[in-house]
């Protein structure tokens, strides 16, 4: 009579065991991660800095319609040149001027508010991709 319960009670401890793994190597800390979705070539440090501070919005399964219509880097590469670089240049200007991330964005997610130096990076990246844009 005890063996019915051997039978549902094993794959019940494997299966609550491994959910127990899972969860327990979730890393919640967004800024070490290089993996973003979509995966846009872009320079690594870009890529973290995009990930932390744009891409919870700015995807196809970013939180924000108004934010993926303005700027959807899930569609980059289908994007004109022209429309591309008026791109760029809209993420630098933004940026500098602390448009984005947005307040509201940065109250909860504090670690999302780029620094300076990361600013700088973006911009100067912004720059480059610009540059090979237009040749």
């Keep these: 009579m005890k063996r019915p ?4 009670g094993i794959p019940f401890l494997i299966f609550v065991l491994g959910f127990s793994i899972h969860l327990g190597n979730r890393s919640n800390d967004r800024s070490d991660s290089t993996d973003i979705k979509p995966a ?4 690594e440090e870009i890529q973290k800095i995009l990930n932390n501070s744009c891409l919870d ?3 196809a399964d970013g ?4 934010a993926k219509e303005e700027l959807n880097f899930t569609d980059w590469y ?5 429309e591309k670089i008026s791109l760029l240049e809209d993420i630098c200007e933004e940026m500098g001027e602390r448009e ?3 307040r509201k964005y940065i109250n ?6 780029p620094d ?3 600013i700088k990076k973006v911009c100067e990246w912004t720059k480059e991709e610009t540059k090979k844009i237009m040749e």
Excluded: R, V
């Excluded at 319960?5 to 549902?8: D, E, S």
């Excluded at 289908?78 to 022209?82: F, G, I, K, L, M």
């Excluded at 909860?108 to 508010?113: G, I, L, Y």
């Design 63 to 66: 939180m924000s319609e108004d």
């Design 5 to 8: 319960i051997y039978i549902i």
């Design 108 to 113: 909860n997610h504090p670690d999302s508010k």
């Design 78 to 82: 289908e994007y004109e040149d022209s």
């Design 100 to 102: 984005m991330p947005p």
């Design 116 to 118: 300076d130096e990361q």
């Design 57 to 59: 919005c700015h995807t």
């Design 40 to 43: 846009l070539g872009f320079p």
